[in-house]
């Protein structure tokens, strides 16, 4: 994921944790907020119940790699952001569930 679709600043990502809209799947939770920018901009943080910090860094890895694929597989971008808590299920799920639940949550709020 290139760094313009990563969500950086601490501040955005306190932003859309608190005006956000709670999106609840298998391997992770997500907030999502609309914004009035032409891109999708995402955070995934692994909290320490995920595991080791290997475990954590895995997992962030499998679910940033599932929303780019997501992000860039020809659906129509509208501006998103969103902060994704990796849950324990990330690290063993296989990853085209990892994948649709990522496209689940993109299409639910493009609508």
């Known amino acids: 994921m290139v760094r313009a679709a990563r969500l950086r600043r601490s501040a955005d990502i306190e932003l ?5 809209r709670s999106v609840r799947k298998d391997t992770f939770s997500a907030r999502v907020r609309q914004t009035n920018e032409p891109d999708v901009r995402v955070a995934v943080v692994a909290p320490r119940s995920v595991g080791s910090a290997v ?4 997992a962030r890895r499998r679910v940033r790699e599932a929303f780019r694929i997501a992000t860039t597989s020809g659906r129509p971008t509208s501006g998103l ?3 994704v808590s990796a849950r324990r299920e990330a ?3 296989p990853f085209p569930q990892l994948r649709d639940e990522a496209a689940t949550v993109l299409d639910g709020e493009r609508r």
């Not at 475990?55 to 895995?58: G, Y």
């Open 81 to 83: 952001d969103i902060v």
């Open 55 to 58: 475990a954590r860094n895995r």
């Open 16 to 20: 859309v944790r608190k005006e956000g």
């Open 91 to 93: 690290l063993v799920a």
